[in-house]
């Protein structure tokens, strides 16, 4: 599969540089396109009382240009849903279906919505509700004509269907890891980035997380993903899987 341009969606800044910020550099090193859309402003990560949602909005936004620098990001979109209040509403599924009909990705990443609870954490429900947005960008939001068919009649944005879909996930059910032992250190980089987010201590725990992604499939670091291929007719996916 030839990647030329892909695009991360996410809820909020950070959540790409945790998930899959090791790929994202590897892939721009490599000469891929990569855009970021960021679906909420993030105006509900502090816990500062005399933070206001205003103020943080605008410094998580300075966070994650900064990051996306660091990694080589060609863009970053920001959609400025507000934090915390999140849901594939037609709304929301619009915005994300303008953006990836706009840049046309062979690639969407983004989070396994599947993912709710797991090793003492329950999932934030915007990332799960940004993820349920990107199920439906996919099918039938970008590649349908008749899907919010102001984007083709009045703003001449054609439908677009990617080649793949990679979700993070986790190590919880992956069947894909992708070596990131050569960009583990811009990983690190772009999360130092997020400073109002990530404190002091969380190295550690991003490089053991990183470790154990690698362990299953030989190498130092890796990211784990869920991979679908959507280029590939349903036939041909069930001869692939019998091969294998």
């Given amino acids: 599969m030839t990647v030329d341009r892909a695009m991360v969606i996410y809820a909020h800044p950070d959540d790409a540089e945790f998930g899959m910020a090791g790929t994202v550099a590897k892939w721009a090193r490599a000469g891929v396109e990569m855009t970021y859309v960021l679906v909420t402003n993030g105006a509900s990560g502090s816990q500062d009382p005399k933070m206001t949602r205003k103020r943080l909005a605008a410094i998580r936004k300075a966070e994650q240009d900064k990051a996306a620098k660091i990694l080589g990001v060609k863009r970053v979109v920001y959609l400025g849903f507000e934090d915390g209040y999140l849901y ?29 609870v797991g090793g003492g954490y329950v999932n934030h429900p915007d990332h799960i509700a940004a993820a349920e947005v990107v199920l439906r960008t996919i099918n039938p939001d970008a590649s349908t004509r008749q899907m919010f068919p102001e984007l083709w009649r009045r703003e001449r944005l054609e439908p677009h269907k990617p080649k793949a879909l990679i979700l993070a996930a986790f190590m919880q059910g992956a069947d894909t890891h992708i070596d990131i032992s050569g960009t583990m250190d811009l990983k690190l980089r772009a999360l130092r980035a997020h400073a109002s987010q990530v404190g002091t201590d969380f190295e550690g725990f991003v490089r053991d997380f990183a470790r154990r992604s690698g362990k299953q499939a030989g190498h130092r670091y890796a990211e784990s993903y869920k991979l679908i291929k959507l280029d590939e007719p349903p036939a041909a996916r069930r001869r692939s899987r019998a091969r294998t």
Avoid: I, L, N
Avoid at 100 to 114: A, I
């Fill in 88 to 116: 594939p509403t037609p709304e929301v599924r619009r915005d994300v279906a303008r953006v990836v009909r706009k840049y046309r990705p062979d690639v969407v990443f983004s989070m396994d919505p599947t993912f709710r």
